[in-house]
C-alpha cells in the first residue's frame, strides 16, 4: 500500500529535549515536504526536499533541522524544542512538485511543555 | 514571495446549496493552483488543482475557476452534502520556485442537512 509514514503519531516533551519526528514513504517519490498546521494559520511550509541531499527552507524553518541521507526518508529534528513549537506537523511526498500531488502522512501531534 | 489569501475563513450552507471559495495570490509567476480537503482529524487530501493554461476544470461536483488577471480562484462546490463538511486549503506555486506551495489559511465549511 502506497503510504507516507510518520512516527510518533503523538508526542509530549519538555523544553530542550531533543527530538526527532521520522518521515517515510514507499512510492520512490523525489519531493518531500514537511508542514505545520496551526488553528488560523492553515498549513506553513518548514523544510522541503526536492531530492537526496537536496533540501531548502520553507516558510518557517527556525528551529528545525531535516536531512535527506535517503530518498525514501526525511525525518524532522528539533534540537531544542521550545513551547512555540507545539503543533500539528505533517510529512507530505510527491512524485514531483509542479504539478503533483501531495501525499500526505497521518500527521503527529507535538506538545512541547 | 508567494501570499495567498483564502476567504471566507467559515462557510455554512444548507445541504443541496452551493458553496463558493475564493483565493487571491500575489505572484503573478504561480501557475500551479490545487485544492486540497481536510476533513476533521485526517490528512489533508488533493481534491482538484489547475494549471494557468487552463480557466476552469470540473470534476463532477467540484470545479475551479482561475482568473490571471485578477490573481485569484475559486473553488465551486455544487449540491452540498453533508461529507462536503471539513477544511479546504487553496494553494499556489510556480515551477520557477522549485519545492515551494504556499497554502491559504483555510475554510471550514459545514453542510446543514
Known amino acids: 500500500e502506497a503510504q507516507v509514514t510518520q512516527n510518533p503519531r503523538y508526542l509530549i516533551t519538555v523544553t530542550g529535549k531533543k527530538l526527532t519526528v521520522t518521515c517515510s514513504q514507499n512510492?520512490?517519490?523525489?519531493?518531500m515536504s514537511w508542514y505545520r498546521q496551526d488553528p488560523g494559520l492553515g498549513l506553513r511550509q518548514i523544510y522541503y526536499?526536492?531530492?537526496?541531499?537536496?533540501?531548502d527552507k520553507g516558510d518557517v524553518p527556525e528551529g528545525y533541522k531535516v536531512s535527506r541521507k535517503e530518498k525514501r526518508n526525511f525525518p524532522l529534528i528539533l534540537e531544542s524544542p521550545s513551547p512555540n513549537q507545539t503543533s500539528l506537523y505533517f510529512c507530505?511526498?510527491?512524485?514531483?512538485?509542479?504539478?503533483?500531488?501531495?501525499?500526505f502522512g497521518e500527521g503527529s501531534r507535538l506538545t512541547v511543555l | 514571495g508567494e501570499n495567498v489569501e483564502q476567504h471566507p475563513s467559515t462557510l455554512s450552507v444548507q445541504e443541496g446549496d452551493s458553496a463558493v471559495i475564493k483565493c487571491t495570490y500575489s505572484?503573478?509567476?504561480?501557475?500551479?493552483f490545487p485544492w486540497y480537503k481536510q476533513e476533521l482529524g485526517k490528512r489533508p487530501q488533493l481534491i482538484i488543482d489547475?494549471?494557468?493554461?487552463?480557466g476552469e476544470k470540473k470534476d463532477q461536483r467540484i470545479a475551479v475557476t482561475l482568473n490571471k488577471t485578477a490573481k485569484h480562484f475559486s473553488l465551486h462546490i455544487t449540491e452540498t452534502q453533508p461529507e462536503d463538511s471539513a477544511v479546504y486549503f487553496c494553494?499556489?506555486?510556480?515551477?520557477?520556485?522549485?519545492?515551494?506551495?504556499?497554502f491559504g489559511k483555510g475554510t471550514k465549511l459545514s453542510v446543514k442537512p
Open positions: 507530505a511526498s510527491s512524485l514531483a512538485l509542479w504539478p503533483g500531488e501531495l501525499f
Open positions: 512510492m520512490n517519490h523525489e519531493y
Open positions: 526536499s526536492m531530492n537526496v541531499e537536496v533540501t
Open positions: 505572484d503573478s509567476a504561480s501557475n500551479y
Open positions: 489547475i494549471r494557468s493554461n487552463v
Open positions: 494553494a499556489a506555486s510556480n515551477r520557477g520556485s522549485q519545492g515551494n506551495l504556499i
